[in-house]
């Protein structure tokens, strides 16, 4: 059994997740079964996928990145690829890789302003009173 793993960093409301070299199918699972579990555990709002390390990208990490986005949205979080090197966008639009609910921002600082937008948008949302409960009169407001 391999104690490889990719760190998972908490930064306040957020993880942030450094991948730093190729990433083959053992350690993808991993990653998706440890982010999960912690984006569970801590209650994060968004995860940053710090790719800029990465020099080169196949079909497998696009997939990856995808798969991860998807999943975290499913637990309630937002995922922000951060730090795309120009070659790697331009492999991926090459590849005809669409990699849908996957956000880009250029670095952790503005992958992390963007998800503070995305939430406080969604807090806005949230906040919206619910009509019916109003005109019933069932509404705390008086």
Known sequence: MSAEHIP???MDEFLLV???????DRLAITLQEELTAKVAST?????????????????FLGRLLSTIASITRIMDAETVVVGMQPAIAIT???MGLSMPGVLTALNVDKGMTLLRRRL???KEVT????IKA???????RG
Do not use: F, N, Y
Request: glycine share 12%.
């Open 120 to 122: 406080s948008q969604a």
């Open 134 to 140: 109003i005109h019933d009169g069932s509404s705390d």
């Open 43 to 59: 209650g994060a709002r968004g995860v940053l996928l710090d790719i800029s390390g990465l020099d080169m990208v196949d079909s």
């Open 92 to 94: 991926l639009v090459e």
């Open 8 to 10: 998972i960093i908490k």
């Open 127 to 130: 906040c919206v009173p619910d």
């Open 18 to 24: 450094t991948i730093q070299e190729g990433i083959h």
